[in-house]
């Protein structure tokens, strides 16, 4: 099993004075810790943690973390990002591009893994639920391009 540091990008750095940011952080090392995540060399990988969808705006905040597999500390990232609803073929998400510059992310180590929240569009999700963990949820990214 794998060792992933979780880490604040440099922008949300002076967050970490706020409990409710310290406690985050602390769940979601201990997930980290706890799940058996093989990822591949040379890569970034997203992994998501949970969904929170908001019927009234018919969106979902999904909460995630990007890791750093690729060998080499990065500066900087940009892709697309797909969100899915495993059980649900019905309901879609819009690909979401993204870009993270220097001056957001800082640097981000070889092993370490930084916390992101995205509010995404969903259409024809059902109107009952409104959490989804990270086992009902998908997400994949493309067309990475990593500054080192």
């Known amino acids: 099993m794998e060792k992933i540091k979780i880490v604040l990008a440099k922008a949300h750095k002076e967050q970490m004075e706020n409990p ?3 406690q985050e952080v602390v769940d979601v ?3 980290f810790d706890e799940n058996d995540f093989r990822f591949k060399e040379g890569a970034v990988h997203f992994v998501i943690l949970r969904g929170n969808y908001e019927p009234i705006d018919k969106s979902m905040t999904v909460a995630g973390v ?4 690729s060998g080499t500390p990065i500066k900087a990232l940009k892709g697309s990002l797909h969100i899915e609803l495993k059980e649900n073929n019905e309901a879609s998400f819009p ?3 993204f870009q993270f510059p220097p001056e957001f992310l800082g640097e981000i180590k070889h092993k370490e893994g930084f916390i992101i929240h995205v509010k ?10 409104r959490l989804y963990q990270a086992t009902e949820l998908a997400g994949r ?3 990475i391009q990593v500054i080192q």
Request: net charge negative; glycine share 0%.
């Open 66 to 69: 990007f890791v750093n597999h």
């Open 29 to 31: 090392q201990k997930f």
């Open 20 to 22: 409710d940011i310290q």
């Open 120 to 129: 995404v569009p969903a259409e024809r999700m059902p109107e009952e639920k």
């Open 95 to 97: 690909k979401m591009d």
């Open 141 to 143: 990214i493309d067309d």
